[in-house]
């Protein structure tokens, strides 16, 4: 089984997600606030909004197979000392690893835009 890639996948829903979003409306860091707002409850990027991205237990459990470091990181960062295997869900795991990165992804997509398309964003 190939190692799922957050980084690659959430880039990709981001950049789909900025279509969203018109050139000229916001400021670098006005943008960045709103998609973080907005991508943190939005199904087709963390699947906050529902609790589940895929909407597919089997396709969760694919997602985080080979992230468990990942997942580690993502639960000491909101405060979880451990993974409770005992009330453990594969999409809730996969929520968390996608809400834990949406910051830096969204950073990343916009690094891509002001290098590509440095007049998307407003004077």
Known sequence: MERYNYYEAM???VMDAMENYKAGEYDRDEL???????LWV???V????????WFSTWKAEEAIAHNWDLLAE???EFGY????????????ADVTIRCYLLPQIIA?????????KPDF???
Do not use: C, H, R, W
């Not at 963390?46 to 991205?53: H, V």
């Not at 000392?81 to 869900?89: G, H, P, T, V």
């Not at 990343?108 to 590509?116: A, K, M, W």
């Open 121 to 123: 964003f407003k004077a």
């Open 108 to 116: 990343q997509v916009l690094d891509t835009v002001e290098n590509t």
């Open 42 to 44: 939005d199904d087709s």
């Open 46 to 53: 963390t699947g906050n909004a529902s609790g589940s991205y």
């Open 32 to 38: 960045e606030s709103l998609m973080n707002d907005e």
């Open 81 to 92: 000392q451990e993974i409770d295997l005992d009330n453990f869900s594969p999409e809730t």
């Open 74 to 76: 993502a639960y000491s």
């Open 11 to 13: 880039e990709n829903d």
